[in-house]
């Protein structure tokens, strides 16, 4: 039996960081745990991953290999222009939500999400990688911890039997305040209505964190 190839190693930290920021996104995690997708979303959730993951991997230009035996290695150039941009992320992701969780992104989450992992790749392919990719682990593990309440009050959905009575500018400690704005919406494919969209909160390591909930059927 012929051996696998070696994923470079910026592959294998994409794919870390990847994993963790979609543990960082509460709208899937909250689809992922109400199971809008049905039984296996927690499958779907990992298939999700390995389709980003792959849909970088093969599109990345590789160094040449100078020795037999070298890892391959992606080229640096790639950070300046990644295999795909935040439009083809999003599209991706937009099509994967739609078919296999029923639901459709009304609240600006899935553009954060994809401008996040176009700057994954591209902070991957720079300076320190590794400690990128950790304190991303350690956010996701932290909100893992937290659980889907977190989740909610990050910013994720909720059904819609819960959103559309809860008050704006609720969480006692302040975190979250809408200033009389409407909720963004997470609606399904049959009843879709139009929300206005936040303007996203950057964290202290540049990643875009999504702000408030919408509802559900």
Known sequence: MS???QQPEAIILFARGTLALLDLWPALTIA?????GGTESAAKKTWLASILIDEFETRAPLLPIANAGDLPVVDPKS????PLDVDEVADLLHQIMSDEFDANLEDGSIDSVSSDLIKLWKD????NPLVLVEALERKAGEMKKMGVNAARGA???ESQSEGEDSDDHEDEDGDIEMDGQDAPQLVDNQSQQSRERQEPVVDDDGF???QKRGGRR
Do not use: M, R, S
Not at 32 to 36: I, P
Not at 124 to 127: A, D, E, R, S, V
């Open 3 to 5: 051996a696998q190839p």
């Open 32 to 36: 992922v745990a109400e199971q809008w």
């Open 208 to 210: 875009t964190l999504v």
């Open 155 to 157: 910013g994720g959905a």
């Open 79 to 82: 950070a300046n222009d990644p």
């Open 124 to 127: 991957i392919l720079g300076p």
